[in-house]
Antibody
Framework: QVQLQESGPGLVKPSGTLSLTCAVS?????????WTWVRQPPGKGLEWIGE???????NYNPSLKSRLTVSVDKSKNQFSLNLSSVTAADTAVYYC??????????WGQGTLVTVSS | EIVLTQSPGTLSLSPGERATLSCRAS???????LAWYQQKPGQAPRLLIY???SRATGIPDRFSGSGSGTDFTLTISRLEPEDFAVYYC?????????FGQGTRLEIK
């Protein structure tokens, strides 16, 4: 059974960098899937952030692209998100997910990140 | 970017009734890459349907998906109490992937 677990600071200061890691267990990050980040502001809908393939190929949300880096560490079976120059609008629950040809079939439990001084 | 518009925003029904949720795309979506999710408060989204009409593992057969091109539908044949939640459609065949804004299914 594949499991994903997000980790990282729950509080980030404005203009700082939001950094999260998603640890994958029960399966290899080198499998043919897109490893994806999705966020959900409080009380709002889902927003796709970006994704990475094990080869390192990435796709980013155009609205976040200038601030966003998604990377993969195959040796640790994990992938990461870095979002720079954050503002209160970046406050959200951040999810990592595995997206295959069969959709987003495995998700982390989500982690709330608050941007505040 | 493909915009997915879900309707209605909120659907009020009673247990045992049939629910029909719509997802309309701003341009054609490959049916192979259209999914539906259920989300309950405090939980991650749960995959229900992929490929527009294939049920994910463990999903009851009262959930069904249909559609092609720009119009897709999620149908719940007979609502159970645990089905009241928010539902999202998701296209992942065109970059960037996008989600609909969600339909809230509430108990009448």
């Amino acid at each position: 059974q594949v499991q994903l677990q997000e980790s990282g600071p729950g509080l980030v200061k404005p203009s700082g960098t939001l950094s999260l890691t998603c640890a994958v267990s029960g399966g290899s990050i080198s499998s043919s899937n897109w490893w994806t980040w999705v966020r959900q502001p409080p009380g709002k809908g889902l927003e796709w952030i970006g994704e990475i393939f094990h080869s390192g190929s990435t796709n980013y949300n155009p609205s976040l692209k200038s601030r966003l880096t998604v990377s993969v560490d195959k040796s640790k079976n994990q992938f990461s998100l870095n979002l720079s120059s954050v503002t209160a609008a970046d406050t959200a629950v951040y999810y990592c997910a595995r997206v295959s040809s069969k959709g987003g079939d495995y998700w982390g439990q989500g982690t709330l990140v608050t941007v505040s001084s | 970017e493909i915009v997915l518009t879900q309707s209605p925003g909120t659907l009020s029904l009673s247990p045992g009734e049939r629910a029909t949720l719509s997802c309309r795309a701003s341009q054609s979506v490959s049916s192979s890459y259209l999914a539906w999710y259920q989300q309950k408060p405090g939980q991650a989204p749960r995959l229900l349907i992929y490929g527009a009409s294939s049920r994910a593992t463990g999903i009851p057969d009262r959930f069904s998906g249909s559609g092609s091109g720009t119009d897709f539908t999620l149908t719940i044949s007979r609502l159970e109490p645990e089905d009241f939640a928010v539902y999202y459609c998701h296209q992942y065949g065109n970059s960037p992937p996008t989600f609909g804004q969600g339909t809230r299914l509430e108990i009448k």
